[in-house]
């Protein structure tokens, strides 16, 4: 089994900063892609941000410029840089990866269990 578990989650000011971090632990064989997803009230879960083994990233329009995703592949650790944060960033804010668990088998994606992100204006 895989875990995820997600760390960082917090209230904050309009214009405030928040990191959140992500770490993945059980059988881990690599880890492919892996992204932060946010639900809002009342809204559908989206993409905030993702990044791919080799580096490459891709935001949503509406945090581009603003957040910045990384990872540590030795930790199997993933993080969200959150600057200039807005009142309608408030969500609850999710990690996902593609994990294998083993040598030649297939992957699967993996959720935490979300964290809550409240900006206040």
């Known amino acids: 089994q895989v875990q995820l578990v997600e760390f960082g989650g917090g209230l904050v000011h309009s214009g405030g900063s928040l990191n959140l971090s992500c770490t993945a632990s059980?059988?881990?064989?690599?880890?492919?892609?892996m992204g932060w997803y946010r639900q809002g009230p009342g809204k559908q879960r989206e993409l905030v941000a993702a990044?791919?083994?080799?580096?490459?990233?891709r935001y949503s329009d509406s945090v581009k410029g603003r957040f910045t995703i990384s990872r540590d592949h030795a930790k199997n650790t993933m993080a969200l840089l959150m600057n200039n944060l807005k009142p309608e960033d408030t969500a609850v804010y999710y990690c996902a990866a593609d994990v294998t668990s083993g040598y030649g088998l297939g992957s699967s994606e993996y959720w935490g269990q979300g964290t809550q992100v409240t900006v206040s204006s």
């Open positions: 990044i791919a083994p080799g580096g490459d990233t």
């Open positions: 059980g059988s881990i064989f690599s880890i492919a892609k």
